[in-house]
């Protein structure tokens, strides 16, 4: 009887380490509400965990003066709700703090220095005059191009728009609907509505050009490793080459151009204003050598 005992007790205990074992094998399931669920990064911290209100205003801290473009339109929570759709994806959430924060400091660079009105004696300096604009102020053309998949429609223009301008037909047409928002139709929401407008942003972000080619979050987060065709075009991870992917040669392989360099002053500033400081903006910072991806000369207007 004793002996029996013995070995339904052990019996007992070893489907009870079994079952935890189990359950400790089984992915954590984190769930931060409306923010993030349903992802392998939502048990890291999401953008609101360490970039705040008051960091977003003092980078962006002449956005709303008199002078600006685009008094009222942007604010904090346009972009975290912009963010909350690429943020199961990995925006803002992979890697250690330090790199998430630099990858919204480079994100958000990009969209100052493609939004700012400010000039070298502007108050403040020029790098806060971010935000500045949410459209193009006097479009020296229709950007309307024959497209099959996307095609001009009557009466709507298509002159730059949003945080990271979208210029065209086909651009508005792709990231319409890749966001789920008819913007070939309507393009003026790009200027209308601050939310969509970041969020067109960031899907640019999130997005390769091409196959086979990596997406500026990947590149900046280290998610992609160049091939040895790559390394020969010193394409190379870090800020530079997110600068390739986005402008390609309107701004890289041309040195130290004044357009790309107040690029990367952009991203710097606002390291320094978010407490992470220029010291860790990364390696490969430029792109002033780097052959481009996807020269414009070859473009392909369907992306």
Request: net charge neutral; aromatic share 14%.
């Amino acid at each position: 009887m004793g002996k029996t005992w013995a070995v339904a007790v052990l019996l007992i205990a070893l489907a009870f380490f079994a079952a935890e074992a189990k359950l400790k094998s089984k992915p954590k399931v984190c769930n931060k509400g409306w923010e993030c669920s349903g992802s392998i990064y939502c048990c890291n911290e999401t953008i609101t965990d360490y970039f705040q209100v008051y960091q977003f205003e003092n980078l962006f801290s002449k956005r709303n003066s008199p002078v600006a473009h685009a008094v009222g339109f942007w604010d904090y929570q346009s972009f975290i709700l912009a963010a909350s759709f690429f943020e199961p994806l990995g925006f803002g959430t992979t890697g250690t703090k330090l790199t998430k924060m630099r990858e919204i400091a480079a994100f958000l660079g990009h969209v100052g220095s493609k939004t700012n009105c400010g000039y070298g004696v502007a108050t403040g300096g020029p790098l806060a005059w971010g935000l500045c604009y949410n459209h193009e102020m006097s479009p020296s053309q229709d950007y309307c191009a024959e497209n099959y998949l996307y095609p001009c429609v009557p009466g709507a223009e298509y002159y730059g728009r949003g945080a990271l301008p979208v210029y065209w037909n086909y651009n508005y047409g792709l990231i319409g609907d890749a966001i789920k928002v008819d913007l070939l139709n309507h393009p003026e929401y790009l200027e209308q509505n601050a939310t969509l407008a970041f969020q067109a942003a960031m899907w640019r972000w999130m997005t390769p050009m091409k196959k086979k080619q990596p997406s500026a979050h990947d590149v900046f987060v280290g998610n992609w490793k160049p091939t040895k065709n790559d390394t020969l075009s010193k394409r190379l991870p870090g800020f530079g080459l997110t600068m390739n992917i986005l402008y390609g040669d309107l701004i890289c392989g041309q040195g130290f151009i004044d357009p790309m360099n107040n690029i990367i002053s952009h991203y710097q500033y606002y390291l320094d204003l978010m407490g992470v400081g220029r010291g860790n903006s990364g390696d490969n910072l430029d792109c002033s050598e780097q052959v481009v991806f996807n020269p414009s000369y070859k473009a392909d207007t369907t992306s």
